[in-house]
């Protein structure tokens, strides 16, 4: 009986060692946790409800063709620049010959308007020399019709010699007017021809402009049979067959420039009242885990709720309405190096934390963000051979500044 009492003693007092131990230890974690959140409350708001965003980059053609060669499938890293489809050239090869031809056709045309020029100088000169000359004969037939009539009263000259004496007056008179009057042409077709090249040169003639622009046009279509990645990244949502018929605007691909991720985490809007731009953001990846956690700052506060721009946003003045707590996309920017040492792909899932203790800076943007995608068109190219062909017309060694 004794040793029964004592084992139950024993056991009673071993039981209640380990209460009083896990009470102390739920009672510290408790006391813990009260201190943490009394000095961090009110200092981070989080959400689950995040999001990796990224720039979808469609590689779509702009003239209408047939695909001759895809150089590019999913999950390929491509440069800027590189081919990804190519298109048929056959037609716009064709149109950039006849190009070319009419661009050199123009500019022997237009020298030849400059070369009028002095043809029709030398005419004005020509008919300034006849009305010189048919002036003196003018005058002298009038002079010997004078003569001649002061003194046929006296029977000196005959009717016959008098009337042959009128008959020269006529004919001067004649081949002067028609001097004059080719004169007058001459100096309108020199005037006409001058207001076609007056105070321009013949590489920069509106008819040389004119055939350089259709020039220019046909190689540009030729160019846009090569569709060209216009960012580096890689090839997402490939939709293009070979051998297809395809119109401008059509999605063919996608290009993912992997450098321009950011994530877009959905605050609850009680949680935005001291939320700033420029605040420090935690994030935690699902696919990395708690150990990669990355470094982010809060770069725009959206301008509106999700439920505002949905396709069929609801419809609150009704009957039946009931309060939803909204949310509001808070646009965060991602720590570049962070980024290229652990790759984040579009629609991963994000925690977000911000520390909402500096509330320095503004709840809204104060100016446009500067252009960070900018697509280089590339036309000295053709540039080149447009002050190429132009000079070959023109006789010159070197093209003149285009």
Same mark, same amino acid.
């Given at each position: 009986?004794?040793?029964? =009492?004592?084992?139950?003693?024993?056991?009673?007092?071993?039981?209640?060692?380990?209460?009083?131990?896990?009470?102390?230890?739920?009672?510290?974690?408790?006391?813990?946790?009260?201190? $943490?959140?009394?000095?961090?409350?009110?200092?981070?708001?989080?959400?689950?409800?995040?999001?990796?965003?990224?720039?979808?980059?469609?590689?779509? %053609?702009?003239?209408?063709?047939?695909?001759?060669?895809?150089?590019?499938?999913?999950?390929?890293?491509?440069?800027?620049?590189?081919?990804?489809?190519?298109?048929?050239?056959?037609?716009?090869?064709?149109?950039?010959?006849?190009?070319?031809?009419?661009?050199? *056709?123009?500019?022997?045309?237009?020298?030849?308007? $400059? =070369?009028?020029?002095?043809?029709?100088?030398?005419?004005?000169?020509?008919?300034?020399?006849?009305?010189?000359?048919?002036?003196?004969?003018?005058?002298?037939?009038?002079?010997?019709?004078?003569?001649? *009539?002061?003194?046929?009263?006296?029977?000196?000259?005959?009717?016959?010699?008098?009337?042959? &004496?009128?008959?020269?007056?006529?004919?001067?008179?004649?081949?002067?007017?028609?001097?004059?009057?080719?004169?007058?042409?001459?100096?309108?077709?020199?005037?006409?021809?001058?207001?076609?090249?007056?105070?321009?040169?013949?590489?920069?003639?509106?008819?040389?402009?004119?055939?350089?622009?259709?020039?220019?046009? &046909?190689?540009?279509?030729? *160019?846009?049979?090569?569709?060209?990645?216009?960012?580096?990244?890689?090839?997402?949502?490939?939709?293009?067959?070979?051998?297809?018929?395809?119109?401008?605007?059509?999605?063919?691909?996608?290009? /993912? %420039?992997?450098?321009?991720?950011?994530?877009?985490?959905?605050?609850?809007?009680?949680?935005?009242?001291?939320?700033?731009?420029?605040?420090?953001?935690?994030? /935690?990846?699902?696919?990395?885990?708690?150990?990669?956690?990355?470094?982010?700052?809060?770069?725009?506060?959206?301008?509106?709720?999700?439920?505002?721009?949905?396709?069929?946003?609801?419809?609150?003045?009704?009957?039946?309405?009931?309060?939803?707590?909204?949310?509001? %996309?808070?646009?965060?920017?991602?720590?570049?190096?962070?980024?290229?040492?652990?790759?984040?792909? /579009?629609?991963?899932?994000?925690?977000?934390?911000?520390?909402?203790?500096?509330?320095?800076?503004?709840?809204?943007?104060?100016?446009?963000?500067?252009?960070?995608?900018?697509?280089?068109?590339?036309?000295?190219? /053709?540039?080149?051979?447009?002050?190429?062909?132009? =000079?070959?017309?023109?006789?010159?060694?070197?093209?003149?500044?285009?």
């Amino acid at each position: 009986m004794d040793n029964s =009492a004592e084992r139950i003693t024993g056991g009673n007092a071993k039981r209640k060692t380990a209460l009083l131990t896990i009470g102390g230890i739920v009672t510290l974690a408790a006391l813990v946790y009260g201190v $943490y959140w009394i000095i961090n409350n009110g200092k981070h708001e989080d959400t689950d409800n995040a999001y990796v965003q990224g720039n979808i980059v469609q590689i779509t %053609p702009q003239i209408t063709g047939t695909v001759s060669a895809i150089l590019a499938q999913d999950t390929d890293f491509v440069h800027a620049g590189q081919v990804l489809v190519q298109l048929d050239g056959a037609d716009a090869q064709v149109a950039l010959d006849q190009a070319r031809a009419q661009l050199a *056709q123009t500019v022997r045309e237009v020298r030849n308007l $400059y =070369a009028n020029n002095d043809t029709y100088a030398a005419n004005v000169s020509v008919h300034a020399a006849d009305i010189a000359r048919t002036q003196s004969e003018l005058a002298r037939a009038k002079e010997d019709l004078a003569r001649r *009539q002061s003194v046929a009263s006296i029977g000196a000259v005959s009717n016959e010699e008098l009337e042959h &004496a009128k008959a020269n007056l006529v004919m001067a008179q004649t081949a002067h007017d028609a001097a004059v009057a080719g004169a007058l042409s001459a100096k309108e077709q020199l005037a006409s021809n001058k207001t076609l090249t007056s105070g321009v040169r013949v590489e920069h003639h509106p008819n040389v402009m004119r055939a350089a622009a259709k020039f220019r046009e &046909a190689s540009i279509n030729f *160019q846009r049979t090569s569709l060209r990645a216009p960012v580096t990244g890689f090839v997402a949502r490939r939709s293009v067959q070979l051998g297809q018929r395809i119109q401008a605007g059509a999605p063919l691909m996608a290009v /993912i %420039p992997m450098d321009q991720m950011w994530v877009d985490a959905n605050f609850k809007e009680v949680q935005l009242r001291n939320m700033r731009i420029g605040q420090p953001v935690i994030l /935690i990846a699902d696919i990395y885990g708690k150990n990669q956690p990355f470094h982010g700052t809060v770069e725009g506060l959206g301008a509106g709720t999700g439920a505002a721009f949905a396709l069929l946003p609801a419809q609150n003045a009704t009957g039946n309405w009931i309060k939803v707590v909204q949310r509001v %996309p808070v646009r965060i920017r991602l720590d570049a190096k962070e980024l290229a040492d652990h790759p984040l792909r /579009i629609g991963l899932s994000m925690e977000a934390e911000v520390e909402v203790v500096d509330q320095s800076g503004a709840a809204l943007a104060k100016s446009a963000s500067k252009p960070s995608e900018v697509v280089a068109t590339e036309s000295g190219d /053709i540039d080149a051979e447009i002050d190429k062909i132009i =000079a070959s017309n023109l006789g010159e060694k070197k093209a003149k500044a285009h």
